[in-house]
């Protein structure tokens, strides 16, 4: 990561979220590291098999006939998105929806590495499974196509976009699929969520967001996975790390 940032690798190009954008770069190890690396496809499998084992424990603290389940980010959390980084790396292109959307359209990204083992383990237990993604609801089938290719779909899935109500942010569907009411929800079932799995803070509730103390950094590793991301993010144009050590 440190040599990434030394050689100015900064490719910002946010699908799924309204990120800032930057100039593109000659070198795109950012994602090379994504897909190449040896570390970065054991670090991500790494992560999957701690929130695999998460799982096991927490589900059996559900109370009997609760619904559980986990509820997890789409790009570069359940679907890698890296051809479409070097698509918009080779003609030095920023990111911008229209292409974005054409990409999703094409149904082609594949599976992050130990993503497919984690769902199984989820189903076979009993869990069940939602999306929440800032993919725009205009790519609801393409995705859930993309998706059932690499069996990651099953019917009764909940799969919840952005619509053109920019107000219906991530932290309201998160509510509503654990009060167990609205458009997102299994609706009047509210669910017990024992695991979140993400690649950006946003992916995660805040502080304070579920109402009961929990959240923040000591939720990390513990009901919040964290996947490694350097392809674009918040942190591409402005120092994110909360301590104040960033420069
Ligand atoms: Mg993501």
Redesign the pocket.
């Known amino acids: 990561m440190r040599l990434l940032l030394l050689v100015g690798v900064v490719f910002a190009a946010n699908p799924?979220s309204a990120g800032a954008q930057s100039a593109v770069a000659p070198v795109h190890l950012e994602i090379k590291y994504l897909r190449d690396s040896e570390e970065y496809w054991i670090l991500v499998q790494q992560i999957y098999r701690a929130a695999r084992e998460t799982v096991a424990r927490a589900k059996d603290g559900v109370p009997r006939g609760a619904a559980w389940g986990v509820v997890l980010?789409?790009?570069?959390?359940t679907l890698d998105n890296s051809v479409y980084q070097l698509d918009r790396g080779a003609y030095e292109s920023p990111f911008d929806s229209a292409s974005w959307n054409a990409w999703v359209r094409r149904e082609e990204a594949g599976a992050v590495p130990g993503v497919v083992d984690f769902m199984r383990a989820v189903r076979a237990a009993g869990g069940r499974v939602a999306y929440v993604?800032n993919r725009n609801e205009s790519t609801r089938e393409a995705t859930r196509r993309n998706l059932t290719a690499l069996g990651l779909w099953q019917e009764g899935d909940r799969l919840c976009l952005e619509t053109s109500d920019h107000t219906y942010t991530k932290p309201l569907r998160r509510a509503e699929l654990r009060k167990g009411a609205g458009t997102c929800s299994w609706e009047g079932q509210p669910l017990t969520v024992v695991a979140y799995i993400?690649?950006?803070m946003g992916?995660f509730p805040s502080p304070g967001e579920e109402g009961d103390g929990s959240g923040g950094l000591s939720a990390f590793g513990v009901r919040y996975f964290l996947l490694p991301?350097p392809m674009y993010g918040a942190w591409t144009t402005r120092v994110t790390r909360p301590d104040g050590k960033g420069r």
Do not use: L
């Open positions: 799924a980010d789409v790009d570069e959390t993604s993400g690649d950006q992916d991301q």
